[in-house]
């Protein structure tokens, strides 16, 4: 959405668009899909959600549009295997010096799959990546 929220309105297209898309290609085959979708998708996302509740990546539209696309038949795969376990994050601001260190970050990163094979992932994690900030590395195995 960008600062300002400025381009929120076309996040809103491009996230309607994205699903549809996924969707079309789950009809044909298992779709497996990774990357920053720069949205946390509920409270638990987050380190402060009562102060970011206007911050790009954290607006109820951006939240709705990751709902959407995972209710066309598509599944968080790190929620669907560690539950709702808190403080864990794929982003620290780089402006902060101190976000790492204090975990103060967002989880914005996510492995998808269809809901038919979420039950062959075996690992959906973070890989740590020591003081580096900025976006951490996460990794899905699975069995097909």
């Known amino acids: 959405a960008g600062d300002g929220l400025k381009r929120l309105d076309d996040r809103q297209v491009w996230d309607a668009k994205y699903a549809e ?31 970011n ?10 939240r709705a549009g990751f709902t959407n696309l995972l209710d066309k038949g598509f599944t968080d795969t790190f929620r669907h295997l560690h539950g709702d ?4 994050y794929t982003w ?5 010096k101190t976000s790492k260190i204090k975990n103060t970050g967002w989880r914005i990163d996510y ?4 809901n ?6 075996t690992k ?5 990546s020591g003081a580096r900030q900025d976006h951490t590395p ?7």
Do not use: C
């Open 21 to 51: 898309y996924l969707a079309t290609l789950d009809e044909q085959k298992p779709v497996l899909a990774t990357g920053d979708y720069n949205v946390a998708h509920k409270e638990i996302d987050l380190a402060n959600p009562a102060s």
């Open 53 to 62: 509740r206007r911050s790009p990546g954290f607006t109820d539209e951006e």
């Open 85 to 88: 376990i808190p403080n864990q």
């Open 92 to 96: 620290w601001a780089q402006r902060s």
């Open 111 to 114: 492995w998808l799959t269809s």
């Open 116 to 121: 038919r094979v979420a039950d062959k992932v």
């Open 124 to 128: 959906s994690d973070m890989i740590d």
């Open 138 to 144: 996460i990794v899905m195995e699975i069995e097909l």
